[in-house]
Each structure stands twice: as C-alpha cells, then as structure tokens.
C-alpha cells in the first residue's frame, strides 16, 4: 500500500512538473510578442519624432508648407 502511494506521488509530481513546464512556455512566448510588439510601437514613435523635430507634420508635409496654405 505504501508503493502504491509513492508511485502516484511520484506520477503527481512529474504531472505538476509537466503542466508547469507548458504554463511556463507559454507564458514565455506570450511575453516575447509582447515584447515585440512594444519594440515595434517604440520604433515607430523615435521615427515620428525624428521626422516631427526634422520639420515634418504628421501628414508628410514641411511644417513650413502648412503654415503657408
């Protein structure tokens, strides 16, 4: 009785070990597009500013051709 008890111990164990092996990846793939993602929004905000302090509006005209219409 007391092998038996051990073994599916034993089984809980590898099964809990398992389940959070795969909760864990998961989550690591999920932090990695998030990642990404917040990578690819920071890049494009240093080129809107870069464009905006270079003299360009939002819309791809000089600030100073806005201005002047």
């Known amino acids: 009785m007391h092998f038996i008890s051990f073994v599916g111990w034993w ?3 590898i099964f809990l ?3 959070l092996g795969l909760l864990s990846i998961t989550c690591d793939k999920h932090l ?3 990642k990404a993602c917040k990578d690819f929004y920071i890049s494009l905000w ?3 500013t870069e464009k905006e302090s270079a003299g360009w509006s939002v819309h ?3 600030v100073g051709e806005v ?3």
């Open 60 to 62: 791809g005209e000089r």
């Open 17 to 19: 070990c398992c389940l």
């Open 67 to 69: 201005i002047a219409k």
């Open 46 to 48: 240093i080129e809107q």
């Open 32 to 34: 990695l597009q998030l």
């Open 11 to 13: 089984f809980t164990g």
